[in-house]
């Protein structure tokens, strides 16, 4: 018999991945690809016709959760990377200046490396403070006459701590310069109306914090900006013309969209509405955040990274990050894994600029994240599983 790897395992990656899937997604997934798995928007058949409204009402839940005026701009991807590609390529490719942090994680840091690199784009680096948080002023001063564009993540992936994107984007819109928020740690733990925080383009994953499937997230593209598509091909309307469509949804998708994915995400939007929305998620799992802290916090040779007070999760996501003295975070990570059955991510959690900033490089940290799945049974194995590590 096959021997099940999850069976008694503590599971403490979930800003890695959500995991295990939502049983609904799985099911939603599943009876999907059984009654109108075919392609959308292509054909006049009844099954065409399911499909297709399966993918609107998807984008229609996409829009009031994260308070956006258009469904048909918010654009289907594989993930927040993805997005991120699509909305850094389509503003940047022409080259011009941005304005970035050193929180980023590489899936910001690294395209805009490789446009630095061919198109001459002018990368500037906000830092941030003790707190981990940026300074909105910061901001204001780096602003130039060519700047093309902001990136700012919404919550830190190391840190936890949530930025001030609202005061950012208020000070963007003052200065016409598109604000791009990268909400791979926040959708669906944050409250998000990229209207009333003057948000012009969200990026977002499917499989963290909404509880998707792997494979698909997305891009929320506010009217009045417009992105250069970088790739083109069939999406089953206008077939004569030999250019790419220009209106949106169409505009930055190309082919046949991940209708599976896209179905479990659905799923997945209508259980957190069932459930009162990203706070009443937040709510629940930052009681557990706190316990966490304190647990770590009272651990002789823990260091934690980041703000330094227990009352600081009720602004953050439910990760933490630490070092454990006389350790390698990896080696912890492996002990934990192999003597203690519990899973955590271990290194520069692709964020290598603001481990730099902390003086963490280059081994990193180790980092629990909470989620849907997390109990306090949970966190009581793994706190017991540092303390021994701790005290050996």
């Known amino acids: 018999m096959d021997v099940d790897p999850a069976e008694g395992l503590r599971y403490l990656d979930h800003a890695s991945t959500s995991f295990p899937t939502l049983p609904g997604v799985l099911e939603a997934m599943h009876d999907f690809g059984l009654r109108a798995c075919v392609s959308p928007g292509r054909a006049t ?110 919550a830190s992936n190391v840190l936890g701590t949530v930025q001030p994107v609202a005061e950012v984007g208020a000070l963007c819109r003052e200065a016409g310069v598109p604000l791009l928020v990268d909400a791979a740690q926040s959708a669906g733990l944050l409250s998000i109306d990229v209207q009333a925080m003057q948000i012009d383009l969200l990026a977002f994953t499917g499989h963290k914090a909404l509880l998707g499937p792997t494979g698909v997230g997305g891009l929320v593209v506010a009217p009045g900006i417009e992105l250069h598509h970088s790739r083109v091909g069939g999406t089953g309307a206008d077939s004569i013309s ?23 995400l659905a799923a997945a939007l209508a259980h957190l509405e069932a459930e009162g929305g ?34 600081s999760t009720r602004d953050r996501v439910p990760l933490l990050s630490f070092l454990l003295a006389g350790m390698d975070p990896a080696q912890v990570g492996t002990r ?25 490089t280059p081994e990193g940290a180790v980092r ?18 540092v303390r021994e590590l701790a005290s050996a």
Request: aromatic residues 4%; charged residues 25%; glycine residues 10%.
């Open 45 to 154: 058949y009844d099954l065409g016709l399911v499909a297709d409204t399966m993918v609107q009402d998807c984008r229609r839940a996409l829009a009031r959760l994260f308070g956006a005026p258009d469904p048909d701009r918010i654009v289907f991807g594989l993930n927040a990377t993805d997005a991120l590609n699509l909305a850094i390529a389509g503003r940047l490719g022409g080259g011009g200046h941005v304005i970035t942090t050193r929180l980023e994680h590489n899936s910001v840091l690294r395209p805009l490396a490789h446009l630095a690199d061919e198109r001459g784009v002018e990368v500037t680096l906000i830092d941030f403070g003790g707190q981990g948080l940026i300074d909105p002023d910061d901001v204001r001063e780096a602003l130039r006459p060519d700047t093309r564009l902001v990136i700012l993540t919404h």
């Open 368 to 385: 629990f994240s909470l989620g849907w799945t997390t109990t306090a049974d949970d966190l009581e194995a793994c706190l017991q599983a």
């Open 336 to 360: 934990l894994d192999v003597d203690h059955a519990v899973a955590c991510r271990t290194g520069l959690h692709c964020a290598p600029l603001c481990h730099e900033r902390l003086g963490t």
């Open 242 to 264: 030999r250019r790419h469509l220009e209106g949106y949804p169409h505009r930055l998708e190309a082919g046949t969209p991940n209708l599976l994915g896209i179905a479990g």
């Open 278 to 311: 990203p706070a009443a998620r937040h709510a629940r799992e930052q009681a557990l955040h706190e316990r966490l802290w304190e647990g770590l916090n009272a651990i002789e040779g823990v260091t934690l990274l980041g703000p330094d007070t227990a009352g």
